[in-house]
Every structure is written in C-alpha cells, then in structure tokens.
C-alpha cells in the first residue's frame, strides 16, 4: 500500500505516505480494545520502517500515534473512539501536508536578490523554498552537490526547469566552492533533540566547511521529522537509519557498507525553518518537550 | 526571611531581589540582622575561623574543631534532638553528597512532625512551619543548605500550609509522613532508576567511561549497566582534599567492575583514552550552568578540547530557579585546615595561620557552562543543557 502511494505521487515525502497508510489500516482495523490497536499500529510502523528505512517514517509515525492516541482517555466508547481518531488522523495529514509551504513562506525571505545559494542532494523541502523565492522575482544562482551514491542530477534538473541559474558541483569540491556562497540550505531527513540534524551524508561536511568560512548554515524541515532520538557522535546514530532497508536485510556485517546518512551537531547549524516557525537549535529541545510531555 | 538560601523571585511584584544572608558575611549590617535573628530562635551564632582570601570574603568559613553543638546546652529545648543529631552529621561531613544529604533532611523532618503535639488555640498548618524555622537556622549554620535541600524544604512548607484546618492531628500528621515518603520514592529512588534506564542505552560495549569523585547517581547508573552486561571499563579521577572518588572506586571494584584510578593532575594524559564522561551535579541552575564539586568544570572543559562526549546526570529536584555565570557569587569555602597535609611526619602549612600574607582555600562547588555539557540525563528523559527553563516551566504549570 505504501509502495503503490510513493510511487504515484513522487511529490508525497514518505512519511506523508507512510501516516495516510496508517490512516487506512486504522480504518480498516478490527481489533476490540484500545490496546489492541496500538500494537496493531505499532507493528505496522515496524513493517513500515522495514520496507523503508528512513528517519521519517520512524518519526512521522511516532508522532501520529501519539496525535490520535490522546483520544484514548476521552471516550469509553471503542467505535465512537475510533471515529474521533480517524477524524483527528485526517487532521493531522492534512496540517502536515501544508507544512512545506509554511516553511518556504518562512525561509523565502531570507534568500537576498543576487544571492549565491549552495544546496546538497536533492530535498523537495528546499527546492519549494527555491521556488517560492524565484516567485518572489528575486535573482539568485544555486550550486548543487553531485551527492554520491545516487546523485542528485534530478535537482539541477528540477531548478533549470524553474529558470534558476544552477551549477553541479563535486562532493570534494564544497571546500573550494564555499568563498564564493553567501548561505546554505540543506534538507533534513530527520531533526534530533539536541537540535542536530540527519541528512545525506556529505551534510557534515558541508556544515563544518561553512562554519569555517563564517557562512549561515540554514536547516528547512517539516515538524513531523521531529525525532526522539539524541546522537552523541556519529556512532551513536542508530544502524537502522544508517543504510538503506535492503542492505540492513541482505548484510551481515555492517561495518563494510558506506552509511547513507551522517549526523550534523547542533552547534554547526545557525537556524532552523519548520513549519512551528524559525527555531534555534536550543529551541528544538523545547519545542519537542511540549509535544511528548 | 524564612529560609535563607530561598531568593524572592516575584516577577510581577517590583521588589528588589534581596541576596541570601550566607553570601553577604562582609557586609556588617546584614552579620547584625542575622545575629538578631537567630538570637530570637535562640540558636547559637557560629563564628567565622582563619583568614579569607578576599575574593570569596563574603562567604562564611568554618572549622569542623568547632561544630555548633559546643555551644548548645544538651538536651537542647529549642532544637529537636533528630536536628542536632542531623547538624553534626552535616557539620562533620558524616553526611555528605546531595541525594544523602536531603534524604537524611527528610527522614528528621519526619521524626520531627511524628514528635509534634499542636498548641491549645494554634493551627497545626500555620505552627509547625513556625517550628521548622529555627531548625532550618540550625542547619543552615551547621552547613549552608544545598538546592536540593532547599527545594525539599519548600516542598514540605507547601504541603503543610496545605493541610485543611479541620483535618484531625493524628490524621494530617499521617497524611505528611506518607507526602514525604512519596516525595522521596518519586524524586529520589523512582527517579534514580529512569535515569539509569536512557543513560544505559548511551553505553556500547567497548566504552571507556570517565568518573570524577562520587555521585550516588553515577555509581547507580554504572553498576546497573554492569549488572545488564554491558562490557566498559571505568576511569575513576580524584582530588584532594576530599579524595571522594575512592570511594566510588571501592563500590565499583566490588561489584567486578574494571577500574583505573588517576588524581586529576593527569586528566590530559588519560583523556584520548576515554569514550564519554559521566558526571553527576549538585543543582542545574536555570541558565543551562550546572554545579557540582570542584573540578568538575575543569573536567567538562578538557573533554570538550578532546571532543568527548560530557553527559550529567541529574534528577529533576535539584533543578534550580536561580541564575548564577560564574563560581565565585554564591560557593562554600570549607574548612582550610583540610590542606594541611601530613607526610612522613612533617605536617607542611602547620602555621598558616602565622604567616599573615598566606590564605587558604577550600572550595567545595564549582559552576560547569552549558558549552561543555552535551547531553543531560533527568528522570523526564534526555535535555540539552539549555532546556533546563523549559522542564522549570511545565514543572511549575504542573504545580
């Protein structure tokens, strides 16, 4: 189910998919109790996050468990509980399917006229950002990183399409490259507690580069990437998030494969766009205790 | 000026914040008041000892040759004999570290409420905190109260300002023992055991963890781990003049655990060694600093030059309300003598006292910045250092 989504709308980030696949499983459920269907829940995001190991499904579906399950309280009733959950269910997909233009109206303006922006990988996030400030008619020129493994030839594509000046560049040459940028904007695949992200790897470097050159290092991510997670270093990142699905299925020892992800420190970024509004990454933390406790 | 180590913090009223009494000993006048004070609790003043250097002279300076209780009449009428007791034990440093300390508080207060009889024409909610004032003086001249404490006593004050007027004697005296008891399951013990779960899951095998002194908090997290098989070894780092890390050394050797012991004078040599540091606090203050004993900010800051990881370990009780950037404005000098040394019979600083240019110090806290502290551990889950108003704020709605 989830599959068949992602592939018909490459538009929907997964972990939009992977909720509205829990929205139609929870309609779908048949279990008696309210116990019952959140272990239910709780092993579809297992599978989920098998099919596709991405921080954001993890996220996504912690956060819509917790969403719905704040019902459980209210109503004795299981069918009328059910109902108020798919309501608040819908709900939520639909806040979160409008969170990424909340967050390029935010960050558009932080884009200068003859701005020279650099960009890693291909994050559909920062390319509506991009988009929102072209609308805007100013002038700015973008350098991509070429992002091996699966190189992200897609997003300088996409960015010639909108008539945005753009430039692929190696992944080895972002330290050559970063006199001449005026700010970076990188994706998230998943913002952690300390206020740190996880990204493409190359991220890492990208940020310690810019810190080094004194440039603003920008974050633009959607709440739902919110995670629980707190990563001391790069190998405190969990394997499950490091490679893809299928290399965690097929190899038996990790330590041969080349993570797809790295872990950016808190300190490395200077703001982050969300659709909560412009956070610091000390906020992050705040934001993250007023939605778990 | 009930309790002294308690600041007023009224935002919406405009009153100046007065200072506590214990950090203005250098100002004459406020010497006056106290004494005033505690004359009318009929509590003994305890007088300063040996010269101060002048940086820290508006903090008090005792010596443990001279503990309060000389000065007191046995049996004491004004004080309850569980608070004596409990003051020499503080004084001496009987009873010592933070979790201790307040358990120790709490167990006498509740001798104390279980000894109570109420007054004809008194109110138990309004009286017994009027009784619990003098001994707080007590303790506090005994040995000047931790934040932890002090948020024990505040506790306790609202719960029994709480008590309704027509509640029974025996009946709220009941109703306070088990608040009490509750109060140290939950903060204490409860919490101990949620911190020990998140901090396990930042212990791979392999690691090589760093300690520095003895926290109650630590050593339970680290023999929890031990006990749920995870394979580390543990450096033990120390300093003088209290040398408390041996016995965080004794406890972890006895359970099997591996451990190296170092004086914190070869901190840098052992460094590149070390995989994370755990440290336990003594209050985390609202500005995200936390404080804890001497060196341990010396300790944070190294690791930070060695990019190790520094994680603290603390409960959510010994969160304070106060802001404080350095360690100089509120600290506790301990006793000097305590750097007198004896070796091979020679006693080096026998005469200290003689030479006139010559001061000793005796620190006992020291302020950590948030930029050295990666990760806090609290029984409400894993913070950054700078959330630390965050948990003060849902903590105060919650109340």
Partial sequence: LDETQVRQDPEVPSAVAAIRTLLE??????????LGLRENLTQTIRRLEEADSSVAVSSGGELFLRFISLTS???????????????????????????????????????????????????????????????????????????????????????????????????????????????????????????????KIGTYQLAVCSKAHNKPFYVVAESFKFVRLYPLNQQDVPERFKYKADTLKAVEDLAEEHPMIDYTPPSLITLLFTDLGVLTPSAVSDELIKLYL | ??????????????????????????????????????????????????????????????????????????????????????????????VAGSNARSVALLHAFKQVIRDY???????????????????????????????????????????????????????????????????????????????????????????????????????????????????????VVDSRPRLEGREALRRLVQRGISCTYVLISALSYILPEVSKVFLGAHA????????????????????RTYNVPVLV????????ERVQTDSFVSNELDDPDDLMVTRKGKTQLENWQDVSSLGLLNLVYDVTPPDFVDLVITDLGMIPCTSVPVVLRVKNLDQ
């Fill in chain 2, 1 to 94: 000026r009930g309790v002294p180590y308690q600041t007023v913090t009224l935002i919406h009223q405009s009153m100046v914040k007065r200072l506590p009494e214990h950090v203005q000993v250098d100002d004459p006048a406020v010497v006056k008041r106290l004494a005033k004070k505690l004359e009318r609790q009929q509590i003994p003043l305890r007088s300063d000892y040996g010269y101060k250097v002048s940086l820290f002279s508006h903090l008090h300076q005792y010596s443990r040759k001279a503990p309060l209780t000389q000065l007191l009449s046995i049996p004491s009428t004004v004080i309850h004999p569980s608070i004596v007791r409990l003051g020499l034990q503080y004084s001496q440093g009987i």
């Fill in chain 1, 73 to 199: 309280l209210e109503h004795p009733d299981l069918s009328q509980c059910k109902k108020v959950m798919v309501e608040r269910g819908e709900l939520f997909l639909k806040k979160i399917s409008l969170s990424r233009s909340k967050v390029a109206k935010l960050c558009h303006t932080f884009i200068k006229d003859g701005a020279k922006i650099l960009t890693h990988s291909s994050s559909r996030v920062v390319l509506k950002v991009l988009e929102s400030a072209a609308a805007d008619k100013k002038r700015f020129t973008v350098y991509v990183t070429e992002s091996q493994p699966d190189s992200a030839g897609q997003m300088a594509d996409k960015l010639q399409n909108l008539n945005i000046p753009v430039t692929v560049v190696l992944d080895a040459a972002v330290g050559y490259i970063m006199e001449k940028v005026d700010l970076v904007i990188v994706g998230a695949e998943g913002v952690v507690e300390s206020g740190g992200i996880i990204n």
């Fill in chain 1, 25 to 34: 499983f929870l309609k779908r459920d048949q279990s008696e109790t309210i």
């Fill in chain 2, 117 to 235: 009889t109420t007054p004809p024409n008194e109110e138990l909610s309004r009286d017994l905190v009027n009784k619990l004032k003098p001994y707080i003086s007590f303790l506090n001249q005994c040995r000047p109260l931790s934040a932890s404490m002090g948020n024990a006593i505040k506790y306790i004050k609202k719960e029994i300002s709480n008590i309704p007027s027509q509640c029974k004697e025996e009946e709220a005296k009941t109703k306070l023992l088990t608040c009490i008891d509750r109060y140290i399951e939950e903060k204490i013990v409860l919490a101990a055991k949620a911190i020990s779960k998140y901090a396990i899951e930042k212990i791979s095998d392999g690691d090589v963890i760093l300690v520095y002194g003895y926290s109650s908090l630590v050593n339970n997290i680290l023999c929890e781990a031990f006990e749920k098989s995870r394979k580390f070894r543990v450096i």
């Fill in chain 2, 284 to 303: 985390l203050l609202a500005n995200g600093y936390v404080m804890s004993r001497v060196g341990t900010s010396q300790i944070a800051l190294v690791a």
């Fill in chain 2, 313 to 320: 370990c603390c409960e959510t009780y010994k969160f304070c």
